[in-house]
């Protein structure tokens, strides 16, 4: 068994590399920078991102992401983070004109963590050496709030 390289695994193959990253989160969008990201392949088609950011007062967050193209579901994906206990589980959707890879999945609320919400994660490419990661969850009127917004530039 081969899975074949496809147009979407192409896309994602774009991340490949090192990037350093500037990151604002809350409603003030105090920055945080100093962050780093290595993204790299695995065979044609997963890509792994390894993620390390400065948290102020605390230890650096640590996260890993992969990504990919499951021939029965489209884009698919995980997250996990040094702050959290939960393997978050992605489904996506790729936007190619708009350069955006918009990841859905649920996660506790930052309000209740005893309660799962629906999130969004909206990768976009904004050239072959900048892209940005958006997250957001839908409040409790139905509304989506961004909460966290990442650019990252790449190293090499």
Request: hydrophobic share 40%.
């Amino acid at each position: 068994m081969h899975a074949e390289k496809t147009p979407q695994h192409e896309w994602l193959l774009q991340l490949v590399g090192e990037w350093t990253s500037e990151t604002a989160c809350g409603p003030a969008g105090s920055p945080l920078s100093g962050g780093r990201e290595v993204v790299r392949a695995i065979g044609d088609v997963w890509i792994v991102l390894e993620g390390e950011m400065p948290m102020p007062g605390a230890d650096p967050m640590r996260s890993v992401m992969t990504l990919g193209v499951d021939p029965f579901k489209g884009f698919v994906g995980t997250w996990i983070g040094s702050p959290m206990a939960n393997l978050v589980v992605y489904d996506g959707t790729l936007d190619e004109s708009a350069g955006t890879l918009t990841l859905a999945c649920e996660a506790p609320s930052m309000e209740d963590p005893t309660k799962l919400v629906p999130y969004l994660d909206v990768v976009e490419l904004r050239g072959p050496n900048e892209r940005a990661l958006v997250s957001k969850a839908k409040g409790p009127d139905g509304e989506w709030v961004q909460f966290m917004e990442a650019v990252y530039r790449r190293v090499n």
